[in-house]
């Protein structure tokens, strides 16, 4: 039972990671573009909602979609000065290393802005459930967990019948194989593109709001750590790929709550990381990945 | 006309691709610009589609000014592309390459059938539309390539080169498709090396060199000038 119950925990925690490793996937696998903002507007859907709610007194649901909101606006605006601007200035932003670093520059910003309104402190978040767990038999279930579950596979199911099948996933897909040959089929990659920001803006604060919804804490810094296990489930399944991702994120939430049962929290970073680096070494275009070592396409 | 060039210029940085060219079309033509690789022709053909800037002079579609238009805004009007090389996206499948063609138009009824009616006539499409394009042989690709431009409904097609990297008896495969779908009532702007093929169908033809016009009239005329024959067929 106790197993069952870890193996719960684990899918629900990879959930999480899972969410976020699509945000970056998603980015990536189009423009060849590692967004490091992502745990910024993955932080800000936490520290925004926790905000409202804590200093306005406002209702969780306005609260968490204004916050979302903002992870949307804040997306749009580093496509706009990282990707769009050296596209603008340049031809071409995918050959170049410099969106990457302007993103960093995000990253700091996004991290500076919250801590000068709400300070370094680890904050309490309400939750909005009386009892947030479910019981079925010997069984407890987070509320809280349970939804990033199920969003998590809904939304990321949603994104991939939106890339398989729609016209607006096509494009998406035509850009991702060759921005050129899409611009001359009169495919308008800067009004695609955009999209694509959405999509991950909104995927990473949604990750953030449940991270905070499930730990019942949010900081400026909570982003940290968890977007470098979204980076690395990203890359267990394969640059790009959408399905690899969640299935990365599952596993390395499986795998760390296991090992924290089996072997204690002290060993947590020596196995994870430990696992990961074997798992690169032996397989580096990744699990899903093709047979070679992706740039970072579908 | 359907279309007219005055005096454009195409340059990259410093290189004069397209060096003050002019060109009138009637609806229904075969116009062939000829020349040999680098004399501009394609750098012609992506300022038509709107894929590049001219420097300076106006493209007349219809009477309508277009110089300043956008990739989309042409294709709206019946200005398609078939690009060089053809530009398959091998990720995608042979049907969502079709789609592609038509993926602005607003008016959607009756795509179905138009796939359905390029199928009919690639029966090798058909067979490979849920595969990816990448399987498609470089004949199949171009054939894929035109019935992309086909869904898009043009007026006016613009080929670069479709005779290229294909053998003898695809070449004559492609050019008989020209000439089918002129029949058809579509004008066509041919982009060709293949100097005897492309003046087979076209009804008039210009010689480019360096980005000028060196050489223009009926495809007859052309075809009999010792000049021409002498540097691009062959005696």
């Given at each position: 039972m106790d197993v069952l119950q870890q193996l719960i925990s684990g899918l629900m925690l990879g959930s999480l990671y899972a969410l976020l490793a699509v945000a970056f996937t998603l980015v990536i696998g189009v423009l060849n573009f590692l967004n490091f903002s992502i745990p910024g507007i993955f932080m800000m859907g936490g520290m925004i909602s926790w905000g409202l709610m804590s200093q306005t007194n406002m209702v969780w649901w306005l609260a968490m979609a204004i916050a979302l909101a903002a992870c949307v606006v804040a997306s749009l605006l580093v496509e706009r000065f990282t990707y769009r601007?050296?596209?603008?200035?340049?031809?071409?932003?995918?050959?170049?290393?410099?969106?990457?670093?302007?993103?960093?520059?995000?990253?700091?910003?996004?991290?500076?802005?919250?801590?000068?309104?709400?300070?370094?402190?680890?904050?309490?978040?309400?939750?909005?459930?009386?009892?947030?767990?479910?019981?079925?038999?010997?069984?407890?279930i987070g509320l809280p967990q349970l939804a990033s579950l199920i969003l998590a596979l809904v939304l990321v199911g949603g994104l991939s019948l939106l890339l398989a099948r729609t016209g607006l996933g096509r494009a998406i897909r035509a850009i991702a194989e060759s921005p050129d040959t899409a611009a001359m089929l009169g495919i308008r990659v800067n009004r695609i593109v955009p999209a694509v920001f959405i999509i991950s803006g909104l995927l990473a604060g949604l990750a953030g709001v449940l991270f905070s919804l499930n730990y019942l804490q949010a900081s400026p810094r909570m982003g940290d750590e968890i977007a470098t296990l979204a980076i690395s489930a990203m890359v267990l399944g394969g640059l790009g790929s959408v399905w690899g991702a969640?299935?990365?994120?599952?596993?390395?939430?499986?795998?760390?709550?296991?090992?924290?049962?089996f072997f204690g929290a002290e060993f947590l970073r020596a196995i994870l990381w430990g696992l990961l680096l074997v798992i690169i070494v032996v397989r580096p275009q990744g699990v899903f990945g093709g047979s070679k070592i992706s740039k970072g396409k579908f | 006309m359907l279309l007219e060039l005055d005096n454009l210029h195409v340059r990259y940085g410093r290189t004069e691709a397209v060096n003050g060219v002019s060109l009138k079309q009637k609806e229904g033509e075969i116009v062939a610009?000829?020349?040999a690789n680098g004399a501009g022709k394609s750098s012609l053909?992506?300022?038509?589609?709107?894929?590049?800037?001219?420097?300076?002079?106006?493209?007349?579609?219809?009477?309508?000014?277009?110089?300043?238009?956008?990739?989309?805004?042409?294709i709206d009007r019946g200005i398609v592309l078939v690009p060089e090389g053809r530009r398959i996206l091998i990720s995608l499948t042979v049907e969502e390459n079709l789609q592609l063609g038509a993926h602005q138009r607003a008016d959607r009824s009756g795509l179905n059938d138009e796939i359905a009616a390029i199928y009919d006539q690639f029966s090798n499409l058909k067979e490979r539309r849920h595969m990816e394009a990448s399987c498609l042989s470089g004949g199949e690709q171009q054939m894929l390539a035109i019935g992309r431009a086909m869904l898009a409904k043009p007026r006016l097609m613009m080929l670069d080169e479709p005779s290229l990297g294909l053998s003898p008896l695809l070449v004559q495969q492609v050019f008989s498709l020209i000439s089918e779908l002129n029949t058809g009532g579509l004008s066509i702007l041919l982009i060709e090396q293949n100097t005897s093929m492309a003046l087979s169908v076209a009804n008039h033809a210009l010689l480019f060199e360096l980005g000028r016009t060196v050489m223009a009239g009926t495809a007859e005329e052309l075809t009999k000038d010792d000049v021409l024959r002498q540097a691009y067929l062959g005696g």
């Open positions: 601007f050296m596209k603008m200035r340049f031809g071409d932003a995918t050959e170049h290393a410099t969106p990457l670093v302007s993103s960093l520059g995000f990253l700091i910003l996004f991290q500076g802005l919250v801590l000068i309104k709400w300070g370094p402190e680890m904050q309490y978040f309400p939750s909005p459930w009386q009892d947030p767990n479910l019981r079925i038999g010997e069984l407890v969640v299935i990365g994120g599952l596993f390395l939430g499986l795998v760390q709550v296991m090992v924290i049962q | 610009v000829l020349g053909l992506k300022a038509l589609a709107g894929i590049v800037t001219p420097a300076s002079g106006t493209i007349r579609y219809d009477g309508e000014d277009i110089t300043k238009l956008r990739v989309d805004q042409r």
